[in-house]
């Protein structure tokens, strides 16, 4: 577990351009726009990278929210599994 700031660029960096822009757009509706969305529902073809918008978004929200006199902790669903499908073990998103 770390305990310093999260380096937002390098996160963001391991996103296409594309996946960089669904989050920024995503992370403007849900914390910037005045009419901001609560939720906001990402969706595409099969193996084009919702996971990694969700964690550039995820990067994003604690960047816009870090406040070192607080704790973050993110949650998984045990049932969710870390890795799913031969995508991504042949990518190695998962390490697997």
């Given at each position: 577990m770390s305990s310093g700031r999260p380096d937002l660029d390098a996160i963001l960096s391991r996103l296409k351009d594309f996946q960089r822009d669904s989050?920024?757009?995503?992370?403007?509706?849900?914390y910037r726009d005045p009419?901001?969305?609560?939720r906001f529902l990402i969706s595409d073809e099969a193996d084009l990278g919702k996971t990694l918008v969700a964690s550039g978004i995820t990067?994003?929200?604690?960047d816009q929210l870090w406040d070192p006199s607080r704790s973050v902790r993110l949650l998984r669903p045990s049932a969710w599994p870390a890795c799913r499908g031969a995508a991504c073990q042949q990518d190695g998103e998962c390490g697997g």
């Open positions: 989050a920024s757009y995503a992370f403007r509706r849900l009419d901001s969305a609560r990067a994003m929200a604690i």
